[in-house]
């Protein structure tokens, strides 16, 4: 059981990682062709963010709201 705040929050949460990390993936492909090293650096960061969202929104398909 969580409060309506915490979902809410939660949610807010959610996207700013799955749109953020899908951001940074994207810029670091862009990235990739000037340096090898940090534009990979960037594409694995940002999918691990993107994941992390992911996993977070089956997290709170499971909470119920009090």
Do not use: C, E, H, P
């Amino acid at each position: 059981m969580a409060s309506l705040l915490t979902l809410k929050k939660m949610q807010q949460l959610i996207w700013v990682l799955i749109y953020g990390g899908l951001l940074t993936l994207v810029l670091g492909v862009s990235v990739q062709r000037t340096d090898d090293a940090l534009g990979w650096s960037m594409v694995a960061g940002g999918a691990v963010l993107a994941l992390i969202g992911v996993g977070l929104v089956f997290a709170r398909a499971r909470l119920k709201a009090d």
